[in-house]
């Protein structure tokens, strides 16, 4: 058990609708991370947050945000659903901000599986 | 643009004999590099981490890697396959310019034959 939670495990939606997904971090981690696997495109980083601030984006799509709380837990807005946004959603925290010359080792949740019918 | 390879996206070993999962990362400034394991419907976990310190790194359940510049390879080994090693291993890198992101391998999935 990495101590990181995601909810819920397991959704079902259909096309153009909204869900949101929710991550708590391990108590202390102030970094939260968002992956995406999926069969075609592998897994993916999303965006990272550091103590409630945007620090880092990848190949997140407009039609998805994200938010980290004051209490450090995170949430991944998933809007317009398409039947490609099925995949297996990871969360991730660390205890740090990462530098230039440090990494700190990121605890991965155990992923919240969406299908877009 | 920085990227990491896994040379085989299915390997299948007996138990007991030697396991190699290919890795090569694009050369660019210095990498971290990362072994990840997935077992089946569950998190990602770490297996092992190169961070510039012993070329040479172990890891958990047995499993080692060696981190060769000169071929930009990460390949991971272990001398003696398990059952409960059958999962999807993943290569991960990551730079000192990317912060914390992670960019990931397209994964390798060994099966152990009994």
């Known amino acids: 058990d990495s101590g990181v939670t995601q909810t819920p495990k397991h959704l079902i939606t259909a096309t153009g609708q909204r869900v949101t997904l929710r991550c708590s971090p391990r108590?202390?981690?102030?970094?939260v991370y968002w992956y995406q696997q999926s069969l075609d495109q592998g897994l993916q980083f999303l965006i990272q947050?550091?103590?409630?601030?945007?620090?880092a984006k990848g190949n997140i799509l407009e039609r998805f945000s994200a938010q980290q709380f004051p209490d450090l837990h995170s949430e991944l807005n998933l809007s317009s659903l398409e039947l490609g946004d099925s995949a297996l959603y990871f969360c991730?925290?660390?205890?740090?901000?990462?530098?230039?010359?440090?990494?700190?080792?990121?605890?991965f949740g155990p992923g919240t599986r969406l299908t877009v019918l | 643009a920085q990227s990491v390879t896994q040379l085989d996206s299915h390997v299948s070993v007996s138990e007991g004999t030697p396991v190699l999962l290919r890795c090569n990362y694009s050369?660019?400034?210095?990498?971290?590099l990362f072994w990840y394991v997935q077992h089946p419907n569950k998190g990602l976990q770490l297996l092992l981490k190169?961070?510039?310190?012993?070329?040479l790194v172990k890891g958990i359940n047995g499993f080692e890697a060696e981190f060769k510049k000169s071929e930009t390879s990460f390949h991971l080994t272990k001398p003696s396959a398990h059952m409960s090693d059958a999962a999807e291993y993943f290569c991960?890198?990551?730079?000192?310019?990317?912060?914390?992101?992670?960019?990931f391998g397209q994964g390798t999935e060994l099966s152990v034959k009994p």
């Open positions: 991730a925290s660390s205890g740090g901000l990462a530098g230039a010359s440090s990494y700190n080792e990121q605890f």
């Open positions: 108590s202390g981690d102030l970094s």
């Open positions: 947050y550091y103590n409630g601030e945007e620090r």
């Open positions: 050369s660019s400034y210095s990498p971290s």
């Open positions: 190169y961070t510039s310190a012993a070329t």
């Open positions: 991960v890198v990551t730079y000192y310019n990317q912060g914390g992101k992670l960019i």
